[in-house]
């Protein structure tokens, strides 16, 4: 999950001089992390510590000059570098007080722009499109500067990319590959992961697309423009409101910061900062600047640099390493009318300039919107469409549909298309957080069988959902749970877990070289009769239902985080939770006594899993457990039980050191005849 | 617990020397090994095959046999003498020239009176074995061709003798031949070739076995002179034979490697019918195997590999313990190499020569398990040839590196060593004191003020070391005034406090070095000192025992100390008592003084003494499970026993004044490439 934390304001911003570019050039990483170096446009660079709010230096050109680029702090010899007059570059240091002072050299070409990246030389870029590294356009500032773009292009963002690489000189002219009829983006973001370059642009429309650039191309001499493909990575929702101006910048490989958009739920004509996960295009966090959005978005080691209105906020953000299940939350889709959705969709379509895929879609909404269409009408129309849909656009379309579906059941008692919803899942397009009330409708429905679907297919479901799926089975009678029609595959791995144990008791024994961990005998008060002496045969048959069961195991495989998931289960009545405890026992003991090894099937939930839920049922409903009588006997069992295997598992831990060392042992050491060598006695 | 840097020495060329001949003498349960140096080790069977004695040999001097006579040892070589040894001092008694050319075996009657030797020129020489020494007796008839072998009827009135092509057999009374058995050469081309017979053994009931050179253990009747039985046991030759006491067993040694045994028993169960029968084959050689004994409970065999392997027999053995464990003996139980432990130098002791080498180096630090760059490579100072034939005794180089000291069986050399910069000078030192005349044992004192030397004669002699020369300063002896004989052990506390010296008696006794008297003796243990040290802080003597016991007793006290008697009460661990191969140092770590440091050949063991004891049921070697365990809870884990087996081969382990530790391994591998190419088998599919 991605915060924002509270902003503050670094600097005022000088006074706006023309209507799309604002006081501020640039801002620029400084001698550390704490320290950005502000370029502003009426002739001044200020250095200020972040941290403080304060500047620690500033400089200022004389008057008639100006700075034609932002400053950039040079890492390698500690220096500032300016370029004043498009092509005077100036060097100074931290203890320089005059500007005129400093070093300066005139260059023979117009200079775009000075680029530093830590631990290496900053490079000059030009007008023309050349690149030079700084200190060896120093050394000889009136070298000439080729002239890397043709006559008509200048460097701005339009749909070409050149790459140039040093060492060996190399440069590849790229045509980004999108959408035709697409204006330039207004925004790019480039980052290096990995052996690739990510670069993100952003367009007007609300797209965000990315495209990988390996470092190393194999074509090396091609002349021509090569073509760049590129993924839609985020479609952000649009106002009404025609959008001027807008900026993303990449902050790690799942989240990019977008400013200038409208926040999906909040009115469209409010400027917002936003933060995507491009992953699962979901809105992480969002944060209201007041003022007017420029097109300029800076990101230096956790803090966005924000200039809004007439001032430069500072806004620290901290990105987590999302789980898919912690990646949902904060977008809450709006509940929109049919009308407004359809015409999206239409406005969607359209833009996509696909008509085949449009008219489609006015197949189906006219009878959707008819109220008296018939649930099979709908169910074969949507079988249909599933059918013709091209791919791309049955991802997007897919929840559109399923939540005009949901929306009409939940107001049309007598409408339930549970087969649509079932072919819709089947499309895995679906997911949890595109349709959320889908799994609710469910519910309330008592389609078990679609639950089912829906737990295996969605991977996103939030906790408290769980847990009211898993409330709703649980308080089901075993009886009407037989009817449900459920997916074979799981019924099977219940049968064969029951059956595993009725065909081991039959045989009067375990497994074939099974031998219980040896537990103490202080059970006093079991008879000794056969069955009580091994204590783990004890109560070995199945509390709930095979459908039950296997509804549970569905429960038991889903995602979630054990801190969102323990209020939630605290909602359990104890009945509920010692009959699944009760079957979580009934797991555990088969699976330890090694059954589900022989048992094929798709989906089986894993031993940790199990475990895992055993302790936040527990961690749950503590008290409850302690003083009910009911449970003490199955507390009392799984204590002795997991007792015996934690002495098991530190006999293992033991010997993990010597099985190391016999692996490790391979590699022969074979140091001749000398060595001075570290050993260490425990 | 702790790290430590250590220099894991490997270019220490020791070559044990290959085994010639074995004699057992039963009633003092040892074993005597000729080597093919010429030196004679006496092992002690029923304490875990300690080596109690080591007589150095000298150069051409080729035993060929060894025989013991009572609880004398003689043996016989090559070069024609016959040589009595003086156990106790560990030195040759005297040589007697038998004037029969080399002579090839050797071998006493049961009665103790007579030696009978087989000479090149074909003749068999009686010696009687006189009180203090032996005298020649007569000639038996002189035979054409070399005499191999002899055995003695247990009567002692008859000898057989394997020569080439056959067996004489000889009335001791009159010297004639008795019988003449013809040995058969082998079929094929080996037919031109004559047939060796290398080893015979006579029994009392008049059967006489031979192994031959043709490969055949052959058993022949004195009566009528003709052929029993024969074995086919190997391709190449039988090259020894050994028989039990009671006559029911025989061990034959072949040039395969192999020990094949063969048992006198009845073929149909019950009958008193008996026959010999082959039973079982031991392969625990790579190389020829020159002699075999079959000692009470286990067969021994020694060869050209220069191991000493002692295979149980299980039938015999009533308990099976760790002291009835094959065992292999491929090092001498003696420290080869002495370190100066503030400079950094190595003496290795070789035969025939001494070699100085300067520790190595490292540059940084590394993890625990790492190799540390190796700055400067250790560097070979000095190689000093011994003067004479005899090879080196014992040998010592000086803590502080000034001082280097050898001795052999006959005379002893000092010498002072200058190191400026890369160069280095030694000079000698004339004019010893008399009493430095020869010496069993060497040591410097810590300060390298003193040498001491266990002398031949008696106790230690003290010599003071100055720049101008050395001075003889006085002699230690023992209370009681008997003879007892600097042994093995030689150990000097830091503060030179305390001297304690065991012998081979089992008695160590404690001086004073301040008054020069003899301050107590230590309760005589059964078992022998291996290595024993003093602490320096605690002035209590460290003494560890060839049964792998160990005890301490304090010198001010003159009693063993609560931990001795706290580990004599609880038993020391299974595994330790298993080890088959002795700890041969004890050191001790002034850092932390309740740390004692050990090791023997297979490992580097540091027993903290305010940590627990392992009893039977604690996992001894622990050191990889504490490893895998996290911080906190090793102390739980952990116990007195610390024992490092990253290292192996072994011959010395020394803590030096900087932490370090110096490891001097001799890999077995290594010894193994450079012994010559075994007889070549044909193995399946090659």
């Known amino acids: 999950m991605a915060t924002l934390y509270e902003g503050y304001t670094l600097c005022g911003v000088g006074p706006v001089q023309n209507s799309s570019n604002i006081g501020i050039l640039g801002v620029e990483q400084g001698r550390d992390i704490d320290y950005v170096l502000v370029t502003d446009s009426s002739r001044s660079i200020t250095v200020y510590k972040v941290s403080d709010q304060k500047p620690t230096g500033s400089w200022s050109v004389k008057q008639g000059q100006i700075i034609s680029c932002p400053a950039v702090f040079n890492t390698q010899s500690q220096e500032y570098v300016v370029v004043t007059d498009d092509r005077v570059v100036r060097v100074w240091k931290e203890d320089d007080v005059n500007l005129e002072k400093a070093f300066k050299a005139t260059v023979s070409a117009d200079v775009l722009r000075v680029l530093s990246a830590t631990d290496s030389e900053p490079v000059v870029l030009f007008c023309c499109g050349a690149v030079r590294f700084l200190d060896s356009l120093l050394a000889s500032p009136q070298q000439p500067i080729e002239d890397v773009l043709t006559e008509d292009e200048i460097i701005r963002g339009e749909h070409c990319l050149y790459v140039q690489r040093f060492n060996p000189n190399t440069l590849v002219k790229h045509r980004i590959e999108t959408e035709p009829g697409l204006s330039a983006p207004i925004s790019f973001s480039a980052t290096c992961r990995g052996s690739n370059i990510h670069l993100l642009y952003l367009y007007l429309n609300g797209s965000v697309y990315e495209s990988v650039l390996p470092f190393r191309s194999s074509s090396t001499g091609a002349e021509g423009v090569q073509a760049l493909s590129c993924s839609l990575c985020l479609s952000l929702p649009l106002g009404e409101e025609k959008l001027m101006s807008g900026a993303a910048v990449v902050l790690d490989e799942a989240h990019v910061a977008v400013i200038g958009f409208p926040h999906p739920s909040a009115g469209a004509c409010k400027d917002y900062l936003c933060i995507w996960n491009t992953h699962f295009q979901t809105l992480q966090a969002s944060k209201e600047m007041a003022g007017r959005i420029y097109s300029q978005l800076w990101c230096y080691s956790g803090k966005l640099y924000v200039p809004h209105g007439k001032m430069l906020s500072v806004i620290p953000f901290d990105c987590q390493k999302s789980s898919l299940a912690a990646a949902m939350g904060k977008l809450k889709q709006t509940s929109r009318s049919g009308k407004d959705f359809s015409s999206d969709i239409y406005e969607m379509l359209t833009c996509k300039n696909r008509k085949t895929c449009q008219n489609t879609f006015c197949l189906i909404f006219k009878p959707l919107q008819m109220d008296c269409s018939l649930v099979e009408d709908v169910q074969a129309e949507v079988g249909e469409f599933i059918r013709r849909a091209p791919q791309a656009d049955l991802q997007l379309a897919a929840g559109r549909v399923a939540l005009e579906l949901v929306s009409r059941s939940q107001t049309d008692a007598n409408f339930y298309p549970q087969c649509a919803f079932l072919q819709l899942l089947e499309t895995r397009y679906l997911c949890y957080s595109v349709c959320p009330e889908l799994l609710s409708l469910a519910m309330v429905k008592k389609d078990f069988h679609l639950c089912q679907i829906a737990f295996q297919i969605f991977s996103d479901i939030p906790e408290a959902v769980t847990c009211a799926c898993l409330k709703a089975i649980l308080s089901t009678p075993d009886l009407e749970m037989e009817t449900v029609n459920l997916d074979t595959d799981s019924v099977i791995f219940m049968k064969e877990l029951t059956q595993a144990h009725s065909r081991s008791d039959e045989e009067g024994g375990q497994l074939n070289g099974f031998c219980p961990p040896a537990l103490e005998s202080d059970v006093s008060d079991t008879p000794s009769n056969k069955l009580q002496r091994d204590p783990l045969s004890l109560d070995m048959s199945c509390p709930v239902g095979l459908h039950k069961g296997a509804l549970l195991n569905e429960v038991l495989q889903t995602a979630y985080s054990d801190r969102s998931l323990l209020p939630h289960l605290k909602d359990l009545t104890v009945p509920q939770v010692i009959v699944f405890l009760q079957y979580l026992r009934f797991l555990y003991f088969k699976y330890s006594h090694d059954a589900h090894k022989q048992i094929r099937a798709l989906r089986t939930p894993s031993i940790s899993q199990i475990i895992d839920w055993v302790c936040l049922l527990l961690d749950a409903h503590f008290t409850v457990l302690a003083v009910a009588p009911e449970a003490k006997r199955l507390v009392f069992d799984l204590h002795k039980f997991v007792r015996s295997q934690v002495k098991l598992y530190a006999e293992l831990g033991k010997i993990e050191g010597s099985l190391q060392v016999l692996k490790n042992s391979k590699q022969s050491e074979d140091f001749g005849m000398y060595a001075i060598q570290v050993i260490e006695l425990f | ?686």
């Open chain 2, 1 to 686: 617990m702790g790290e430590f840097k250590v220099h894991r020495v490997r270019f220490f060329d020791y070559m044990p020397s290959g085994i010639r001949a074995l004699a057992f003498n039963r009633d003092i349960e040892r074993i005597a090994v000729a080597r093919m140096d010429g030196s004679v080790e006496v092992f002690h069977c029923s304490d875990r095959f300690f080596q109690e004695k080591i007589i150095p040999g000298r150069e051409q001097c080729g035993i060929e046999g060894l025989s013991w006579v009572g609880e004398r040892l003689f043996s016989a070589g090559l070069n024609g003498g016959i040589t009595e040894y003086d156990l106790t001092n560990q030195k040759v008694k005297y040589t007697v020239d038998a004037y029969g050319g080399p002579i090839w075996t050797i071998a006493g009657n049961q009665q103790g009176t007579h030696l009978a030797v087989g000479c090149e020129d074909g003749t068999v020489k009686l010696f009687e074995v006189n009180e203090d020494k032996i005298q020649f007796e007569r000639n038996l008839d002189r035979q054409k061709s070399r005499i191999i072998s002899l055995s003695w009827h247990p009567s002692g009135s008859k000898i057989a003798a394997g020569m080439m092509d056959m067996i004489q057999i000889f009335n001791v009374e009159t010297g004639h031949s008795v019988h003449r058995l013809l040995a058969d050469r082998g079929v094929g081309t080996s037919r031109s070739k004559e047939c060796v017979v290398w080893s015979v053994v006579y029994l009392s009931d008049g059967t006489i076995i031979s192994g031959d050179s043709v490969g055949m253990v052959k058993l022949w009747d004195d009566q009528t002179g003709t052929l029993i039985k024969s074995h086919n046991v190997t391709k190449c030759d039988v090259l020894a034979l050994s028989v039990s006491q009671n006559e029911d067993s025989l061990v034959a040694g072949t040039s395969e490697g192999t020990v094949v045994q063969f048992q006198f028993i009845s073929m149909v169960l019950g009958k008193d019918d008996k026959e010999w029968v082959r039973t079982r084959t031991f392969k625990n050689h790579t190389h020829d195997i020159r002699a075999v004994a079959e000692i009470t409970t286990a067969v021994v065999s020694g060869g050209m590999d220069a191991q000493l392997v002692v295979r149980p027999l299980l039938d015999k053995v009533e308990v099976r313990s760790a002291a009835s464990a094959l065992r292999k003996i491929h090092f001498p139980h003696r420290r080869l190499v002495s370190c100066a432990r503030k400079s950094g130098l190595m003496l290795f002791q070789y035969p025939g020569h001494l070699e100085l080498w300067r520790l190595g180096e490292s540059e940084g630090k590394g993890m625990p398990g790492s190799s540390l760059f190796v700055k400067r490579n250790p560097e070979k100072l000095l190689h000093l040839k011994v003067k004479g034939e005899d090879h080196i005794r014992c040998s010592a180089v000086s803590p502080c590196g000034e001082w280097i000291v050898y001795s052999t069986a006959s005379s002893l050399r000092l010498y002072r060593l200058h190191c400026d910069n890369n160069n280095v000078s030694i000079t000698k030192i004339s004019k010893l004191p008399m009493v430095l005349s020869s010496a069993n044992q060497l040591c410097f004192s810590s300060d390298s003020s003193h040498l001491f030397s266990a002398s031949t004669q008696s106790s230690v002699h003290l010599v003071s070391l100055s720049q101008s020369g050395c001075k003889f300063v006085g002699t230690l002896k023992p209370k009681s005034g008997e003879r007892t004989i600097g042994f093995g052990v030689l150990h000097i506390i830091e503060d030179g406090k305390w001297l304690a010296s065991a012998n081979s008696d089992h008695e160590v006794h404690i001086y004073n070095l301040q008054t020069r008297k003899a301050h107590c003796t230590v309760p005589v243990y059964s078992s022998a000192v291996t290595a024993m040290g003093i602490h320096p802080t605690t002035n209590c003597l460290f003494m560890m025992y060839a049964d792998q016991q160990m005890c301490e007793y304090s010198i001010e006290q003159k009693q063993y100390t609560d931990w001795s008697r706290m580990v004599q009460r609880k038993g020391l661990h299974r595994f330790w008592m298993e080890r088959d191969t002795p700890c041969l140092n004890v050191m001790f770590n002034p850092q932390h003084p309740s740390h004692v440091i050990l090791h023997d050949t297979y490992m580097l063991c540091i027993i903290d003494q305010s940590l627990p004891l392992p009893d039977d049921k604690t996992q001894f070697y622990n050191q990889l499970t504490l490893k895998s365990l996290p911080e906190e809870q090793r102390k739980s884990h952990s116990h007195a026993f610390k024992v490092c087996k990253t290292f192996k081969d072994i011959l010395c382990v020394e803590l030096m004044s900087d932490q370090s530790l110096v490891v001097v391994e001799r890999p077995l591998e290594d010894v193994a490439s450079q012994l010559p190419a075994p007889i070549k088998q044909k193995k399946f599919a090659t």
